[in-house]
């Protein structure tokens, strides 16, 4: 919700504000999420002018938009939308445009006459069938199908119940034994713990090393090689 509401409210018609609240049993509250339209007014005038458009359309002005679309309400502007977490808090900003548009050629209403609907088988659960517009043969053919694959469900189910149940037998006789590699894991982990006590008393030790008079009293390398005359004209 924190990262998809921001981009779901722009989409509502009437929603200004979404929170989210966390209730502990004693009954105290704790603010976890709020996502909130900072120009409120502005995104509600815009949107009225949408929905009050659409509650006054009738079927006769959806016919008569369906040959123009000239008179069709239109509307564009901003919504600033504010996120704030319990950690953090951040803004974005929407450029909406909202309109009202009529399906002039029939694409839309085509497009939707050939989305065919779901049929379904509802008991303790819900099942899937396939409608068949052409033949309504075929539609009980399906939902036929559909109550036959009840004893196909329940025998899967039964195998994977069975299933779970010998693994489950398996793992418990497996958590009752020894393990059998527990003496040499003792004796790697007596070993190690020598060998981090011996690291940790080298580090201990601090070796101070001081440049001998000879060695600080050594030329670099650049003085071994630059001739007097070079270091004048360096100098200069």
Do not use: C
């Amino acid at each position: 919700m924190e990262k998809s509401g921001s981009q779901l409210l722009p989409f509502l018609k009437n929603v200004l504000r979404v929170t989210v609240d966390e209730i502990a049993p004693s009954g105290g509250k704790k603010r976890l999420l709020e996502i909130s339209i900072e120009n409120a007014a502005e995104v509600t005038r815009a949107r009225d002018k949408i929905n009050d458009a659409l509650a006054a359309y009738d079927v006769e002005s959806v016919d008569t938009h369906a040959v123009s679309d000239t008179d069709l309400p239109a509307v564009v502007f901003r919504q600033n939308i504010r996120v704030t977490t319990a950690k953090t808090q951040f803004q974005e900003s929407w450029r909406i445009v909202s309109d009202l548009y009529a399906d002039q050629n029939g694409q839309l209403k085509s497009a939707a006459d050939g989305v065919l609907p779901d049929v379904y088988v509802r008991g303790a659960g819900i099942y899937t069938a396939k409608l068949n517009a052409e033949n309504p043969i075929g539609t009980m053919q399906s939902i036929e199908h559909t109550l036959r694959a009840f004893e196909d469900f329940a025998d899967q189910d039964r195998t994977r119940i069975e299933r779970d149940e010998k693994a489950l037998s398996d793992y418990r006789a497996q958590s009752d034994k020894p393990f059998e590699h527990e003496l040499k894991l003792k004796e790697l982990v007596a070993r190690q713990q020598e060998l981090n006590k011996t690291l940790d008393l080298d580090k201990s030790d601090k070796q101070v090393v001081e440049k001998t008079p000879e060695e600080a009293e050594e030329p670099r390398a650049w003085q071994q090689h630059v001739r007097p005359s070079e270091v004048a004209k360096v100098q200069l």
